[in-house]
């Protein structure tokens, strides 16, 4: 059992190969592009280390296997595929919400065709899932310093590039159409109504600063509306004027304004919105918040109060 990076990425390789030689209206076409997938995935946290496909256990025998300090007598156990789509999606930010949900449904489908009677893949056609499964293996590649024509060959990549940008303009335009449509309603209100809906926008904005939330401005109404997202990567901290100041990365996954009532949700909606930028949480502590230490001072406030 091999877990390192370019024998399961040559692997995959394969598995696609294979795919793309069977005919789009297959079962096998579906079948293989999810084994090339999973693969392609566990060559990518093998990229990191390949301890991450371990599955973990109290004595560590898998881990210890993936270090090459195992025992041969012991069967190695590697983790599932939900797992490994799962660690992707916290280690690699190009690998997005959209694209772990893509991953799994193909493999949902993949499990429900292996492991019951019935024909998973007539019935999960490749227009349902095509252009998430392309998608998916370029944000997986890209994070190895990769490409899909290194993956795919030229003539594949060249046709999943096409699709991928297809589908982007599908999603834009409808998006386009849904901030239009919430732009039209909010300006069809009263001038007071939408200043008080701006009002308590900016006021609920403020609020949810608090709790982490970003604010940005509506592009339906202009009206003051915040982001939700997802941290990754390191934490920076600085120390400045007696206070500690971390700084962490944050991925855009959701949008609200409560001013006209447009929802986004998934970083492909947010982009094409131009709201997808990652933008900076900063915390302030103080040097005994973030330390955990105790204030001489109190301490000597409570003996007293005693």
Not at 13 to 32: H, K, P, V
Not at 127 to 144: E, K
Not at 157 to 164: D, G, L, N, P, Q
Not at 289 to 301: A, C, R, T, V
């Amino acid at each position: 059992m091999s877990w390192d990076r370019d024998p399961l990425w040559a692997k995959a390789r394969l598995f696609f190969e294979q795919a793309f030689n069977e005919s789009r209206d297959t079962s096998i076409f579906g079948l293989y592009c999810s084994f090339g997938l999973e693969l392609l995935a566990r060559s990518a946290l093998a990229a990191i280390s390949p301890t991450l496909l371990a599955e973990p256990n109290k004595e560590h025998k898998h881990l210890l296997y993936a270090l090459n300090r195992g025992s041969s007598k012991v069967q190695r156990k590697s983790i599932s595929a939900t797992k490994v789509f799962y660690l992707c999606r916290i280690l690699y930010l190009d690998f997005t919400d959209d694209d772990h949900k893509s991953a799994l449904a193909l493999i949902n489908q993949r499990n429900e065709e292996l492991h019951t009677g019935s024909a998973a893949f007539s019935t999960y056609k490749p227009n349902q899932w095509l252009a998430g499964f392309y998608h998916a293996c370029q944000s997986l590649s890209s994070s190895m310093g990769e490409s899909l024509e290194s993956l795919f060959g030229k003539e594949e990549a060249k046709a999943a590039s096409e699709t991928i940008i297809e589908n982007r303009n599908v999603v834009k335009q409808k998006i386009e159409n849904l901030i239009e449509s919430h732009r039209k309603v909010f300006e069809s209100k009263s001038k007071p109504d939408r200043k008080k809906a701006s009002e308590e926008a900016e006021k609920l904005g403020e609020k949810l600063s608090l709790l982490r939330h970003h604010r940005v401005k509506c592009p339906a109404c202009n009206s003051v509306a915040t982001i939700k997202g997802k941290i990754f990567g390191k934490e920076h901290v600085s120390h400045e004027n007696d206070v500690i100041i971390e700084r962490q990365a944050v991925a855009p996954t959701s949008f609200e304004c409560t001013a006209c009532g447009l929802k986004l949700e998934g970083y492909a909606q947010l982009d094409v919105a131009g709201l997808g930028g990652h933008y900076q949480r900063r915390t302030i502590y103080t040097p005994e918040e973030y330390y955990g230490l105790i204030n001489p001072d109190n301490i000597s406030m409570t003996i007293l109060q005693k």
